[in-house]
């Protein structure tokens, strides 16, 4: 029970390291375990490094990366092959895809991904093992205990998008950066705010969720009083501005993320039927009421990762990724307690546009070590008032 409430006990000197490169170690064997033994997803589909499958809008990606090699291709004709006034007024110039961020689909066409998926899979296992490395380093600085460090490193979620290949991983990689800076003190961070800002700026080429790490940067500059008056005032015009372009390119993404509320039950209610009220015990007001505040829990209770599958998937793996959740949904409870004013900004700016959809746990996964953090005191001042009142009795 000692390591259950003891977060700040000392760590046994460099464990951390071990305990890194266990789960460095791990990973490499499910990477390769998966090469022979191919693993389902939810719609049935086989994931492995060889196979150039993915059941997160993978063939969304595949077809915007036909665009961007035809915009590149043509550009490259319009260079060689053309005179400089030709190359002003040619179409291929303004026939940038919009859709997605070009991050993801230039690493599909860079590492041939349809012909040698391995390649980009072999990426993503150094990428995930980066990130359990700054991760588990992080949390040691936090003191957290050895127990917790091995029990983050064999977390299931991280695995799957290691195998699974979309956005997801990259785009955690740069978030979870932003976020150990911002922990920081006042100063570090201010020192570091360029660091921010590119992290932000890679963070919008990859997903639109990268706007929610624009909105915070603004609002760190705007209310930390790192700059005067005239470059507050600069501050907002920009804002307004890269809001404007924003919108423009991923407003539809916002909107499809809307709708996939109409096609999905929570616990077997649509989102619409929450509204509506499922409680018809009660009177009409306190039904709504109660089930949109129900609704609200639940997006919480998906987004750790604890839901039902959205295809045919095997119960012993929806437990697996579910068991994360035990540790995720109680740190984001604590979090909002315990956490300093800037991490609870930054939380809540990254959760709203989230809940606003369908809330799951590749949502969560740019956050893991801060919520699995939080969640660790949760269990660590748990058991310590447990200990305590048991050994008052």
């Given at each position: 029970?000692?390591?259950?409430?003891?977060?700040?006990?000392?760590n046994?000197?460099?464990?951390?390291?071990?305990?890194?490169?266990?789960?460095?170690?791990?990973?490499?064997?499910i990477?390769?375990?998966?090469?022979i033994y191919p693993?389902?997803?939810?719609?049935?589909?086989?994931?492995?490094?060889?196979?150039?499958?993915?059941?997160?809008?993978?063939?969304?990606?595949?077809?915007?990366?036909?665009?961007?090699?035809?915009?590149?291709?043509?550009?490259?004709?319009?260079?060689?092959?053309?005179s400089?006034?030709?190359?002003?007024?040619?179409?291929?110039?303004?026939?940038l895809?919009?859709?997605?961020?070009?991050?993801?689909?230039?690493?599909?066409?860079?590492?041939?991904?349809?012909?040698?998926p391995?390649?980009?899979?072999?990426?993503?296992?150094i990428?995930?093992?980066?990130?359990?490395?700054?991760?588990?380093?992080?949390?040691?600085?936090?003191?957290?205990?050895?127990?917790?460090?091995?029990?983050?490193?064999?977390?299931?979620?991280?695995?799957w998008?290691?195998?699974?290949?979309?956005?997801?991983?990259?785009?955690?990689?740069?978030?979870?950066?932003?976020?150990?800076?911002?922990?920081?003190?006042?100063?570090?961070?201010?020192?570091?705010?360029?660091?921010?800002?590119?992290?932000?700026?890679?963070?919008?080429?990859?997903?639109?969720?990268?706007?929610?790490?624009?909105v915070?940067?603004?609002?760190?500059?705007l209310?930390?009083?790192?700059?005067?008056?005239?470059?507050?005032?600069?501050?907002?015009?920009?804002?307004?501005?890269?809001s404007?372009?924003?919108?423009?390119?991923?407003?539809?993404?916002?909107?499809?993320?809307?709708?996939?509320?109409?096609?999905?039950?929570?616990?077997?209610?649509?989102?619409?039927?929450?509204?509506?009220?499922?409680?018809?015990?009660?009177?009409?007001?306190?039904?709504q009421?109660?089930s949109?505040?129900?609704?609200?829990?639940?997006?919480?209770?998906?987004?750790?990762?604890?839901?039902p599958t959205?295809?045919?998937?095997?119960?012993?793996?929806?437990?697996?990724?579910?068991?994360?959740?035990?540790?995720?949904?109680?740190?984001?409870?604590?979090?909002?307690?315990?956490?300093?004013?800037?991490?609870?900004?930054?939380?809540?700016?990254?959760?709203?546009?989230?809940?606003?959809?369908l809330?799951?746990?590749?949502?969560?996964?740019?956050?893991?070590?801060?919520?699995?953090?939080?969640?660790?005191?949760?269990?660590?001042?748990?058991?310590?008032?447990?200990?305590?009142?048991?050994?008052?009795?």
């Amino acid at each position: 029970m000692k390591i259950l409430f003891k977060l700040s006990s000392p760590n046994l000197l460099n464990i951390w390291i071990y305990i890194v490169i266990i789960s460095v170690i791990a990973r490499l064997i499910i990477w390769t375990l998966a090469i022979i033994y191919p693993i389902p997803n939810e719609t049935g589909l086989l994931i492995s490094p060889i196979l150039p499958n993915s059941g997160i809008d993978l063939n969304f990606y595949l077809d915007e990366t036909i665009k961007y090699k035809t915009y590149f291709f043509n550009i490259y004709n319009d260079l060689f092959s053309s005179s400089f006034n030709h190359i002003v007024y040619t179409s291929a110039f303004s026939d940038l895809p919009i859709s997605p961020g070009p991050i993801f689909p230039l690493i599909l066409i860079i590492t041939d991904f349809i012909n040698n998926p391995w390649i980009c899979s072999f990426l993503y296992l150094i990428m995930s093992s980066y990130l359990i490395y700054i991760s588990i380093k992080w949390l040691n600085k936090k003191n957290v205990h050895w127990f917790w460090l091995l029990s983050f490193g064999g977390l299931p979620v991280p695995f799957w998008y290691m195998l699974n290949i979309s956005p997801d991983l990259i785009f955690s990689l740069i978030v979870t950066l932003y976020m150990f800076v911002i922990t920081e003190e006042k100063n570090t961070i201010n020192k570091k705010l360029y660091f921010l800002l590119i992290l932000t700026f890679l963070s919008i080429l990859l997903k639109p969720n990268g706007i929610s790490l624009f909105v915070f940067s603004t609002y760190y500059i705007l209310f930390n009083n790192y700059f005067g008056r005239k470059v507050f005032l600069l501050t907002i015009f920009i804002f307004i501005v890269l809001s404007i372009v924003f919108i423009y390119f991923y407003g539809n993404y916002l909107i499809t993320y809307l709708l996939s509320n109409e096609y999905r039950t929570y616990f077997g209610y649509y989102q619409k039927d929450y509204f509506i009220g499922i409680y018809e015990f009660l009177p009409k007001i306190l039904n709504q009421f109660f089930s949109i505040i129900s609704l609200v829990i639940i997006k919480f209770i998906y987004f750790s990762g604890i839901r039902p599958t959205f295809g045919d998937t095997l119960t012993i793996f929806i437990l697996i990724r579910s068991s994360a959740g035990l540790i995720i949904l109680p740190g984001i409870i604590w979090l909002f307690i315990k956490a300093n004013n800037n991490i609870r900004i930054f939380t809540i700016i990254y959760l709203l546009p989230i809940m606003l959809g369908l809330a799951q746990e590749r949502y969560s996964l740019p956050i893991y070590p801060l919520l699995f953090y939080y969640g660790v005191l949760f269990y660590s001042n748990s058991f310590k008032s447990i200990y305590n009142i048991t050994k008052f009795n």
